[in-house]
């Protein structure tokens, strides 16, 4: 009779109606002693031991791996806190240092002081202005902050930032924006009569970078090639040590050739020179009021701006 019940009770639970009822298979068979049915699939039990193998012929290397990524992350950061100044000239590109070591999985973040605003976070750029950007190698211990173009606004002092479990270290980084700077020898203003010969000199100063290119304006009208109009332009590249320097030259100055003079380079603050040319109606007011331009000239404490001609008496 309990044979009986029993073989009931398995055809019952095994019948599709009950196992749609949820009645779990393999427990209701393990409960009557019939889950050794899975028992005997040879692969299984053979992989797992081949497997458990293969773990433990492993564990060495993936222990020390392990042990390794702990000691990494355990290892406290290292930053060279020195501060740095780094000068880049208007327009150039800068290189803001950071140099990290043990860094791990921690972000190297860079602040400007000036108002605290954070701009980056490793790689990732918090700011819209798109001249920043972060350098890093893979490999590499160096957080670069690059700033393209430099702005006067971006002088000032930078600072990278690594947490570690004894605070926030810090390495500042000063920025000197040069602003290049032409000059005009000589005074604001240059009275010459017609006739003269007129030469201005203009220097470019503050400029790391020697500019590429130096530019005379008369008045609004770029002049650099003006040649039919008696006016040259003879530009002296810089060299190591010495600064750029451009001379106008005016042959034989005219009344027209009056104005307002400047001297510009890339990125530099232009500078500016009044010429007048006072009309020289007969040989004796122009001497005359050469002597006197002569005189100006005698006063000023720079270099030759004006010179004239000698054959000015020719020409008359
Ligand atoms: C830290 O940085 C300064 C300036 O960048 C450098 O002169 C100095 O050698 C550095 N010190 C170390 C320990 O790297
Ligand atoms: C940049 O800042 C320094 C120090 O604060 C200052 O001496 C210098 O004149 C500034 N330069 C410019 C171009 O603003
Ligand atoms: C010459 O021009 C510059 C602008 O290009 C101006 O700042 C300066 O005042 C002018 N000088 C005179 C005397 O007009
Ligand atoms: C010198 O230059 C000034 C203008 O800068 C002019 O008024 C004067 O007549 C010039 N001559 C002398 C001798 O001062």
Redesign the pocket.
Known sequence: MAPALLVALLAALLSPSTQKSGVDWETATSSFGVGQLRIGEPSEAEAAAAEAALAAENAPAWRELWQASLEALRREPELNATAETIRAQLGSVAFLHCPVRHLAERQVSWVRRRDWHIISSGAFVYTNDERFQVLHREGSEDWVLQIKYVQKRDNGTYECQVSSSNGALSRQVHLQVVVPEALILGA??LHVDAGSAVRLVCLIENSPEPPQYVFW?H??RMINYDAARGVSVQTAAATRGSRTQSTLSVHRARPDHSG???CRAPNAE?A?I?LYVSEGSDKMAATLSRSAAATNYSETTHAVLFESVESLSLTY
């Open positions: 604001e203003e304006y008045n609004a307002n003079y400047s232009p500016h009044y």
